[in-house]
């Protein structure tokens, strides 16, 4: 017979299939799921087999917290890897070389990476604060308050295909170089804001953002003027199809609430075409 994709369980408690993350991973076969129960999990985890790593009730309540030791997640050496509903915390690398504290994300072109319904915060590292992508996608993700002392204090962009990022929240990262990305991405419903550093954006060469916003952040939105920006609201302006040179209107940046008023100009300035139904907190778009 066909063996059938399972669903195992880590429960801090022992009541569940495994009682760590890597346990649960290095147990099971590709194509399973491995889901995670509430809790704090103090490691640092190797995601190398090809399956999905979610959590049960999401990032609020499904924490793995590297304890200011090494990088929180690393996902690498297999074909498809999902991780979806995890907040990653605390993780610290910082000499010459190393990447993000954060999430690693490695592969080849033909890898599939799929990240979604994180949190990535309070992480250090060397190149990429947060993250550091060759190769992935980013779904309704948070990368928030992270720091780099080399290049990206949010994201360090290394891949080719670009990596995307869609109805994320990139804010108060950290770094002198490319303070929330440094690199090539691409941008869709995303809101880069109040990141800390020489340039916001180093290096974004031929980058797309669509339906985005880029407003608040320390020095330079986007350096360079290879970057194709439509329907987009950038601090400062820049050239393309729709774009807009004003104040968002966030309901409260100055303590991280950016949701946009009722009277934000950015209400209603996208473009219809591709438009997403949810939000990043799963509501619908008006």
Same mark, same amino acid.
């Given at each position: 017979?066909?063996?059938?994709?399972?669903?195992?369980?880590?429960?801090?408690?022992?009541?569940?299939?495994?009682?760590?993350?890597?346990?649960? !991973?290095?147990?099971?076969?590709?194509? %399973?799921?491995?889901?995670?129960?509430?809790?704090?999990?103090?490691?640092?985890?190797?995601?190398?087999?090809? !399956?999905?790593?979610?959590?049960?009730?999401?990032?609020?309540?499904?924490?793995?917290?590297?304890?200011?030791? +090494?990088?929180? =997640?690393?996902?690498?050496?297999?074909?498809?890897?999902?991780?979806?509903?995890?907040?990653?915390?605390?993780?610290?690398?910082?000499?010459?070389?190393?990447?993000?504290?954060?999430?690693?994300?490695?592969?080849?072109?033909?890898?599939?990476? =799929?990240?979604?319904?994180?949190?990535?915060?309070?992480?250090?590292? #060397?190149?990429?604060?947060?993250?550091?992508?060759?190769?992935?996608?980013?779904?309704?993700?948070?990368?928030?308050?992270?720091?780099?002392?080399?290049?990206?204090?949010?994201?360090?962009?290394?891949?080719?295909?670009?990596?995307?990022?869609?109805?994320?929240?990139?804010?108060?990262?950290?770094?002198?170089?490319?303070?929330?990305?440094?690199?090539?991405?691409?941008?869709?419903?995303?809101?880069?804001?109040?990141?800390?550093?020489?340039?916001?954006?180093?290096?974004?060469?031929?980058?797309?953002?669509?339906?985005?916003?880029?407003?608040?952040?320390?020095?330079?939105?986007?350096?360079?003027?290879?970057?194709?920006?439509? #329907?987009?609201?950038?601090?400062?302006?820049?050239?393309?199809?729709?774009?807009? %040179?004003?104040?968002?209107?966030?309901?409260?940046?100055?303590? +991280?609430?950016? #949701?946009?008023?009722?009277?934000?100009?950015? !209400?209603?300035?996208?473009?219809?075409?591709?438009?997403?139904?949810?939000? !990043?907190?799963?509501?619908?778009?008006?």
């Amino acid at each position: 017979g066909e063996r059938l994709n399972t669903i195992y369980t880590v429960k801090q408690d022992g009541t569940g299939d495994y009682t760590t993350i890597q346990a649960g !991973i290095d147990g099971v076969s590709a194509g %399973d799921t491995v889901m995670v129960h509430n809790g704090t999990y103090f490691e640092n985890v190797n995601l190398n087999q090809s !399956i999905t790593l979610m959590s049960l009730n999401g990032p609020q309540l499904t924490i793995v917290d590297a304890n200011s030791f +090494g990088t929180v =997640i690393t996902m690498k050496d297999a074909n498809s890897i999902v991780l979806d509903g995890f907040t990653l915390r605390n993780g610290m690398t910082s000499g010459s070389g190393e990447k993000s504290g954060g999430l690693i994300v490695q592969g080849s072109e033909s890898d599939s990476r =799929i990240v979604k319904n994180c949190i990535i915060a309070n992480n250090e590292g #060397h190149q990429g604060g947060g993250v550091y992508v060759e190769v992935g996608s980013f779904y309704n993700c948070q990368i928030v308050q992270n720091s780099a002392n080399f290049e990206g204090g949010g994201i360090f962009s290394a891949g080719s295909p670009t990596p995307y990022f869609e109805n994320c929240l990139i804010a108060e990262n950290n770094c002198n170089s490319g303070a929330a990305i440094s690199y090539k991405a691409e941008i869709k419903n995303t809101t880069i804001v109040n990141n800390i550093g020489n340039t916001s954006w180093a290096s974004s060469g031929e980058s797309t953002v669509t339906n985005s916003i880029l407003f608040g952040n320390q020095e330079g939105h986007i350096s360079g003027s290879t970057a194709t920006v439509i #329907h987009s609201l950038v601090k400062g302006g820049y050239p393309g199809t729709g774009n807009l %040179d004003l104040n968002p209107l966030f309901v409260d940046s100055e303590n +991280g609430n950016y #949701h946009l008023s009722d009277y934000s100009p950015a !209400i209603g300035s996208g473009s219809a075409t591709g438009a997403l139904i949810l939000d !990043i907190e799963g509501n619908p778009r008006p």
